[in-house]
Structure formats: structure tokens, C-alpha cells
């Protein structure tokens, strides 16, 4: 709900929807050209649909009255908001991944980047930046403690390892609570492994 928020107060000081100021000031500047919040300028039927049947609750499995209100939906296809709906390839997620592993002002101040990717929680709770996951588990425990990134509900996967100086970008239609392991799961601790 904060993103929520905070994506209104930008609308009403700009006068521009989220989709719009995110296109301008993330898309165009990194060169993300298969990127939007929502379907955006995108080609509809090349987007991929996300599984549901047999899925995570969240995906709607099991409740007839989400069958018009899950990932797939007109709802969420055209509301491009910055905690699902947003649709891009994986090499424009691995664009934006390079925006913080190596800050060069394209996107953010280097010094802000930074303080994205540094951890904002207090000891004993989970790491996490500002919009980042923070930690080796991203990739399944072989990558530093640096390694910042993001898992979706509708089972995408991004990390990068400063240490290292890599990436990992998996995108798939399988919700994250579907399978155990996810192949997500799988595929990033794979990369780790043959990069460490």
C-alpha cells in the first residue's frame, strides 16, 4: 500500500500516472525498449500468460471468484503498478540490474544507487534495501552478501553479485508458491554455482 501511495502522490505533483514517469525516468534512459508498467506501449500477444491452475493462492487457484481477478486479468494487465504488473525482458531486467552493479549516474546518482542496494533493516531481521532483496540466498546461498535483487509472485527471479560482478535473470509464468523447488530456484543456484 506505501507503493501505492507514494505512486498517487507522484501522479498528483507531476501530473503524470506511474506508468509514465517510470517509462521516462527508468525506461528511456536504460535503453529498455521491451519494458512497461502494465502492458504500456507492448505488444499484447506477445506477452506471456502467467499458469494459475494448481498455483499459489495468490494466482487465484481454488476460488471461483478470483477466476477474473488473477495475474492474467484486464485488472492487473492494465495497472501498471511497480509491485506486479510490470512486464519487461530479461535483457532489459538485466539493464536495470547494471544500473546498481555498476552506478554510473545513467539512472540514479552512483551514491544513491548505493544506498539502494545497502541493507536499511536492523540485525535479526531480513536484509533488505530500498525495493531490493539483500543476501546470498538469491542465489541459493552461493553468492556474497552484497547480492541484491527482487523475486515475483509470478515466479521471476533477478539478483547481482558485486563480488562476482554478475547477474541472474530468470523469467517464468510459474506462480513461486507452485513448485518446490521452483525452477527459478533451481536455474539461479545453477548460475551461482558456475560462477563460484
Not at 501505492?4 to 514517469?21: D, N, Q
Amino acid at each position: 500500500m506505501g507503493i501505492l501511495l507514494a505512486s498517487e502522490v507522484a501522479w498528483k505533483l507531476s501530473g503524470k500516472t506511474i506508468a509514465k514517469l517510470v517509462d521516462e525516468a527508468v525506461y528511456e534512459p536504460l535503453e529498455m525498449k521491451h519494458s512497461a508498467m502494465g502492458v504500456g506501449k507492448l505488444n499484447r500477444a506477445s506477452l506471456l500468460r502467467c499458469q494459475v491452475e494448481k498455483a499459489a493462492p495468490e494466482a487465484g487457484s481454488g476460488d471461483p471468484a478470483s477466476q477474473h481477478w488473477d495475474w492474467n486479468s484486464e485488472f492487473w494487465r492494465r495497472l501498471g503498478a511497480p509491485w506486479g504488473g510490470a512486464h519487461g525482458s530479461a535483457a532489459d531486467v538485466a539493464r536495470f540490474l547494471e544500473a546498481f552493479l555498476r552506478p554510473e549516474g545513467r539512472l540514479l546518482r552512483p551514491e544513491t544507487a548505493n544506498l539502494m542496494t545497502a541493507n536499511h533493516n536492523p540485525r535479526g531481521l531480513r536484509p533488505r534495501g530500498l525495493g531490493f532483496d539483500l543476501g546470498r540466498q538469491l542465489g541459493g546461498g552461493r553468492c556474497s552478501e552484497g547480492t541484491f535483487g527482487h523475486g515475483g509472485s509470478t515466479g521471476t527471479l533477478c539478483w547481482a553479485d558485486p563480488e562476482s560482478d554478475a547477474l541472474c535473470v530468470v523469467l517464468t509464468s510459474l506462480p513461486s508458491g507452485a513448485a518446490h523447488p521452483h525452477p527459478r530456484e533451481v536455474t539461479s543456484r545453477l548460475v551461482a554455482e558456475a560462477i563460484g
